[in-house]
């Protein structure tokens, strides 16, 4: 079996796939060329993972197994081979891989197995027989880049001066055989840029200068490494530096995930100039509202990260550990690196000492800052996900574009986590047989030609949202966001006794006659945020059943829905809280209730309720006293069928998520802890609610 490789629409490779054996025509990006036919060695197989996160080790005879299956039944709905791997039929064309990050699913014709696609965050990889490219997105991207891909020149090391005089490592990429100047797209990232590289020779090889540079102190540049805090005004500095060169045009884009989310925006706010584009990829968010100080708490989601970048070069090996739960109960905090790694954190310290959001916090806001200049006005691709764990920083980004003018924003929102377009199942739960995308990479380049390059690609004229329901298994457009048909719609917490999912707590269409609950909340004994530390994805999708029987829980639920509800938007809880002590945090969750009783997260937002009058001061609670709370949770878009319920959690902790508070004064950071006896106030005159939006027309 013959079959192509193409990455970004761009030929990577040519494979003869025999029983046992593979041979490669490797692309040589310095030459443009195919390299000689060869078999395929571990090392080849490591380098062509890590550009298509395609597993070639064991490729033609997984292919091979799924042919005798199809051969025996066409229209097999679905099956298991025998490496464990399990398939869907989807339609004629595709059978889709499940439960497993980053899928090779496979393309059929007449029943013959004739290529294979495996999407990831911000790429697709396509094997398919010569013949069949009609039946892929290749045409397109053909019609988008004619020309053949240009061979890379070799890279060049610069060293860019900061206004300080720091001075930041980069590589500068330029394609062979173009002599105007060309559009820039800027790569910042704190994870290595040598290792990054490959990734973004597609952007070389159509035509773009690329300049992927290591953020302030990390890797091989100069300076002290503080995550967020200098990127405003280095990455102001290294965009007026490239504009200055004479291999570029004076436009430049941006694009990346997470921190290279993040530094885009940063960058954004300084209002420089030269800056033309924005592709954000699951963006993290400023501090209190995103991360490390989610609504104030102090995520502990976030440690596995900061283990990974705690020294000059990244290791993600620090992020495994098998002792998570110890290492997150020690206190002080200041000593918790030095008691997990061996050595102290000088950043972790560094943020342990701001409290409030104050004037170093407020440095790395690239939100905040824009607002007091104005808003950003740089044209944005903005792609995150419903479980995405820097979901709220995307939830930034939209609320400072929303007023953007037609065509400068483009918003694409699947059902994914932090790692992106990659999973049609998340933690064993279903997405949809549709929850993958194949042409986000198509979209991403369209951008970039359209406003670094000034070419008429018709991505102005699509959906400026897209976005996509569960439930439904549909991808859905809209004009902005949240979608303009759909109005706001709140359920009021009701009943006499919520505590645990078996009390008699309900949601009502209208606030009901006044009522309480209460519950007791131990920090020595906090709730769980249901994830897997070491996967550092802290938003997914969990099955909350069995927390939800706990004392500390108060459920509030629907009855079971008679017509189909679909809510699609950001959700808000406001409450009424009074407690004994001084502080405490409140976490809400939005679930999804199946008529066989297991409560899916959907949604979640915690606050430290000392915060609840903004951030940057405490406001500690006086015993007794109600207060009103307002609490913002991620973003969701879930149809509720007929059959299910809709329920809303409230409790005090989410051990993984969030360091424990410990109800005094001194927070999340007290080796002294005392219990909390919470209340919920409703119905009048508390009305407490969850305020949803609800698709009308749907």
């Given at each position: 079996?013959?079959?192509?490789?193409?990455?970004?629409?761009?030929?990577?490779?040519?494979?003869?796939?025999?029983?046992?054996?593979?041979?490669?025509?490797?692309?040589?990006?310095?030459?443009?060329?195919?390299?000689?036919?060869?078999?395929?060695?571990?090392?080849?197989?490591?380098?062509?993972?890590?550009?298509?996160?395609?597993?070639?080790?064991?490729?033609?005879?997984?292919?091979?197994?799924?042919?005798?299956?199809?051969?025996?039944?066409?229209?097999?709905?679905?099956?298991?081979?025998?490496?464990?791997?399990?398939?869907?039929?989807?339609?004629?064309?595709?059978?889709?891989?499940?439960?497993?990050?980053?899928?090779?699913?496979?393309?059929?014709?007449?029943?013959?197995?004739?290529?294979?696609?495996?999407?990831?965050?911000?790429?697709?990889?396509?094997?398919?027989?010569?013949?069949?490219?009609?039946?892929?997105?290749?045409?397109?991207?053909?019609?988008?880049?004619?020309?053949?891909?240009?061979?890379?020149?070799?890279?060049?090391?610069?060293?860019?001066?900061?206004?300080?005089?720091?001075?930041?490592?980069?590589?500068?990429?330029?394609?062979?055989?173009?002599?105007?100047?060309?559009?820039?797209?800027?790569?910042?990232?704190?994870?290595?840029?040598?290792?990054?590289?490959?990734?973004?020779?597609?952007?070389?090889?159509?035509?773009?200068?690329?300049?992927?540079?290591?953020?302030?102190g990390r890797n091989d540049s100069e300076g002290e490494w503080i995550p967020d805090h200098f990127e405003t005004e280095d990455g102001s500095d290294t965009i007026d530096w490239i504009a200055a060169q004479n291999w570029c045009s004076g436009s430049v884009g941006m694009i990346g995930g997470s921190y290279l989310g993040y530094v885009q925006w940063a960058a954004a706010a300084s209002e420089n100039p030269h800056l033309k584009a924005l592709i954000s990829e699951v963006t993290a968010g400023s501090a209190f509202v995103d991360m490390p100080r989610h609504g104030g708490t102090f995520s502990s989601g976030t440690l596995a990260w900061a283990f990974a970048?705690?020294?000059?070069?990244?290791?993600?090996?620090?992020?495994?550990?098998?002792?998570?739960?110890?290492?997150?109960?020690?206190?002080?905090?200041?000593?918790?690196?030095?008691?997990?790694?061996?050595?102290?954190?000088?950043?972790?310290?560094?943020?342990?000492?701001?409290?409030?959001?104050?004037?170093?916090?407020?440095?790395?806001?690239?939100?905040?800052?824009?607002?007091?200049?104005?808003?950003?006005?740089?044209?944005?691709?903005?792609?995150?996900?419903?479980?995405?764990?820097?979901?709220?920083?995307?939830?930034?980004?939209?609320?400072?574009?929303?007023?953007?003018?037609?065509?400068?924003?483009?918003?694409?929102?699947?059902?994914?986590?932090?790692?992106?377009?990659?999973?049609?199942?998340?933690?064993?739960?279903?997405?949809?047989?549709?929850?993958?995308?194949?042409?986000?990479?198509?979209?991403?380049?369209?951008?970039?030609?359209?406003?670094?390059?000034?070419?008429?690609?018709?991505?102005?004229?699509?959906?400026?949202?897209?976005?996509?329901?569960?439930?439904?298994?549909?991808?859905?457009?809209?004009?902005?966001?949240?979608?303009?048909?759909?109005?706001?719609?709140?359920?009021?917490?009701?009943?006499?006794?919520?505590?645990?999912?078996?009390?008699?707590?309900?949601?009502?269409?209208?606030?009901?006659?006044?009522?309480?609950?209460?519950?007791?909340?131990?920090?020595?004994?906090?709730?769980?945020?249901?994830?897997?530390?070491?996967?550092?994805?802290?938003?997914?999708?969990?099955?909350?059943?069995?927390?939800?029987?706990?004392?500390?829980?108060?459920?509030?639920?629907?009855?079971?829905?008679?017509?189909?509800?679909?809510?699609?938007?950001?959700?808000?809880?406001?409450?009424?809280?009074?407690?004994?002590?001084?502080?405490?945090?409140?976490?809400?969750?939005?679930?999804?209730?199946?008529?066989?009783?297991?409560?899916?997260?959907?949604?979640?937002?915690?606050?430290?309720?000392?915060?609840?009058?903004?951030?940057?001061?405490?406001?500690?609670?006086?015993?007794?006293?109600?207060?009103?709370?307002?609490?913002?949770?991620?973003?969701?878009?879930?149809?509720?069928?007929?059959?299910?319920?809709?329920?809303?959690?409230?409790?005090?902790?989410?051990?993984?998520?969030?360091?424990?508070?410990?109800?005094?004064?001194?927070?999340?950071?007290?080796?002294?802890?005392?219990?909390?006896?919470?209340?919920?106030?409703?119905?009048?005159?508390?009305?407490?609610?969850?305020?949803?939006?609800?698709?009308?027309?749907?």
């Amino acid at each position: 079996m013959q079959m192509n490789l193409y990455i970004s629409g761009i030929l990577y490779a040519r494979l003869d796939l025999y029983e046992s054996l593979v041979y490669i025509e490797l692309l040589d990006p310095y030459t443009g060329l195919l390299k000689p036919s060869e078999p395929l060695t571990d090392q080849i197989t490591a380098q062509l993972y890590t550009l298509s996160r395609i597993s070639f080790q064991g490729l033609a005879e997984r292919l091979r197994n799924a042919q005798t299956i199809l051969d025996a039944n066409p229209a097999v709905s679905e099956f298991t081979l025998p490496d464990g791997a399990i398939y869907q039929r989807k339609d004629e064309h595709h059978y889709i891989q499940r439960q497993i990050k980053f899928p090779l699913d496979l393309l059929t014709d007449n029943g013959r197995i004739i290529g294979a696609r495996t999407p990831n965050r911000d790429s697709t990889s396509l094997l398919i027989s010569e013949g069949y490219e009609s039946l892929t997105l290749l045409p397109q991207w053909n019609a988008l880049y004619p020309n053949t891909p240009y061979a890379l020149a070799p890279v060049q090391t610069c060293r860019i001066p900061m206004r300080d005089g720091t001075k930041l490592a980069a590589d500068l990429w330029l394609p062979q055989g173009i002599t105007e100047p060309l559009p820039c797209v800027l790569v910042r990232t704190p994870y290595g840029r040598q290792d990054s590289a490959p990734a973004y020779y597609r952007f070389v090889q159509r035509g773009y200068a690329v300049v992927i540079q290591d953020v302030r102190g990390r890797n091989d540049s100069e300076g002290e490494w503080i995550p967020d805090h200098f990127e405003t005004e280095d990455g102001s500095d290294t965009i007026d530096w490239i504009a200055a060169q004479n291999w570029c045009s004076g436009s430049v884009g941006m694009i990346g995930g997470s921190y290279l989310g993040y530094v885009q925006w940063a960058a954004a706010a300084s209002e420089n100039p030269h800056l033309k584009a924005l592709i954000s990829e699951v963006t993290a968010g400023s501090a209190f509202v995103d991360m490390p100080r989610h609504g104030g708490t102090f995520s502990s989601g976030t440690l596995a990260w900061a283990f990974a970048v705690s020294q000059k070069k990244m290791n993600d090996s620090l992020m495994v550990r098998d002792d998570w739960d110890q290492i997150l109960a020690h206190r002080p905090l200041e000593e918790i690196c030095e008691k997990a790694l061996g050595y102290p954190v000088p950043f972790w310290t560094e943020w342990l000492s701001h409290p409030c959001d104050d004037a170093f916090w407020q440095k790395g806001n690239w939100y905040d800052r824009s607002v007091k200049r104005g808003g950003i006005h740089v044209p944005a691709l903005i792609m995150s996900g419903w479980f995405d764990d820097n979901g709220m920083g995307t939830t930034q980004a939209l609320d400072l574009t929303s007023d953007y003018p037609s065509g400068t924003r483009k918003v694409i929102l699947g059902p994914w986590m932090h790692s992106g377009n990659a999973n049609y199942d998340l933690h064993g739960i279903p997405m949809g047989q549709n929850a993958i995308r194949y042409d986000l990479d198509l979209q991403f380049f369209r951008w970039f030609e359209y406003w670094l390059k000034g070419r008429e690609t018709g991505i102005t004229e699509t959906a400026p949202v897209e976005y996509f329901t569960i439930g439904e298994d549909k991808w859905k457009t809209a004009g902005n966001w949240p979608p303009e048909n759909s109005e706001e719609y709140s359920l009021y917490p009701g009943g006499s006794q919520a505590n645990t999912s078996n009390g008699n707590g309900i949601l009502l269409e209208s606030p009901g006659q006044y009522g309480s609950d209460s519950f007791l909340y131990d920090p020595e004994n906090p709730a769980t945020h249901i994830i897997d530390m070491s996967e550092n994805e802290i938003e997914v999708p969990e099955d909350y059943t069995e927390q939800e029987l706990r004392p500390d829980y108060l459920c509030y639920t629907t009855p079971p829905l008679e017509q189909p509800l679909t809510i699609t938007g950001d959700a808000y809880a406001e409450l009424y809280l009074s407690s004994d002590a001084p502080d405490t945090d409140l976490m809400v969750r939005l679930t999804k209730v199946t008529p066989d009783g297991r409560s899916i997260k959907l949604a979640d937002g915690m606050l430290d309720v000392k915060f609840r009058n903004g951030f940057d001061r405490e406001i500690f609670l006086e015993p007794g006293k109600v207060e009103k709370v307002l609490i913002r949770t991620t973003k969701i878009s879930a149809c509720f069928a007929p059959g299910e319920r809709l329920r809303l959690t409230i409790t005090s902790s989410a051990v993984n998520f969030a360091f424990p508070n410990s109800n005094t004064k001194d927070g999340y950071n007290s080796a002294v802890t005392r219990t909390a006896n919470n209340t919920i106030h409703h119905g009048t005159p508390y009305p407490s609610r969850i305020i949803l939006r609800k698709e009308i027309n749907a």
